[in-house]
């Protein structure tokens, strides 16, 4: 297999491992927060609602970050044999 192959499925397992319980726990959080019989269950008392959007929305740049730096391609290197400009007046 070649890196962009691995890198490829590297992201998907990523996307599925991580990403998508973080989709869980941020639709829970939305779910707290909309919902007035949450809220008033809760007393005013939201320091679970945060945690789950905060650690939801790390889960879900997990896989973004993964399939960023595996899939982008190298920067390409200057040739060294390049002519130089000849910086003589």
């Keep these: 297999m070649d890196k962009k192959t691995k890198g490829l499925i ?6 599925v491992i991580f ?10 959080a939305l779910i707290i927060i909309l919902s007035a019989d949450a809220a008033a269950e809760l007393h005013g008392d939201y320091a679970a609602t945060i945690v ?7 889960l879900i740049s997990l896989p973004i970050f993964v399939g960023y730096f595996t899939l982008r391609a190298p920067p390409k290197a200057f040739a060294e044999s390049a002519p130089q400009p000849d910086h003589e007046s």
């Design 10 to 15: 590297f992201t998907i397992v990523t996307a």
């Design 19 to 28: 990403g998508l319980p973080g989709l869980f726990l941020l639709g829970m």
């Design 52 to 58: 789950f959007f905060i650690f939801g929305l790390i």
